[in-house]
Nanobody, 123 residues
Framework: QVQLVESGGGLVQAGGSLRLSCAAS????????MAWFRRAPGNEREFVAY???????SYVGSVKDRFTISRDNARNTVNLQMNSLKPEDTAVYYCAAKRAIGFSTTTSMYDYWGQGTQVTVSS
């Protein structure tokens, strides 16, 4: 059974940090590319960060230099370190996995999704 389970969300003041984790199981994690998306209230799900099988990274412009995505293939986890958080980062954050190779920000390209974890940044 495929599972992606996010953790680490919560309430933080602006300027603070959070570290999200996503534990994967039920599929060969090392062969999958991983990403984080988020959905703010009233908005569609949007791309946040991507990491390839080999460790190449891409970010949406609004989080570049503040967020860092990483993966641990030995533990089947992908993490998102979020620093200098802003109120506009408030959203539900989702972990996603895809088998196809190549950078993509399109939700339909991703095969598996987690249930999400809430991040709230107060001003």
């Amino acid at each position: 059974q495929v599972q992606l389970v996010e953790s680490g969300g919560g309430l933080v003041q602006a300027g603070g940090s959070l570290r999200l984790s996503c534990a994967a199981s039920g599929f060969p994690f090392v062969y999958y590319e991983m990403a984080w998306f988020r959905r703010a209230p009233g908005n569609e799900r949007e791309f946040v960060a991507y990491i390839s099988r080999g460790g190449s990274r891409s970010y949406v412009g609004s989080v570049k230099d503040r967020f860092t995505i990483s993966r641990d293939n030995a533990r089947n986890t992908v993490n998102l370190q979020m620093n200098s958080l802003k109120p506009e980062d408030t959203a539900v954050y989702y972990c996603a996995a895809k088998r196809a190779i190549g950078f993509s920000t399109t939700t339909s390209m991703y095969d598996y999704w987690g249930q999400g974890t809430q991040v709230t940044v107060s001003s």
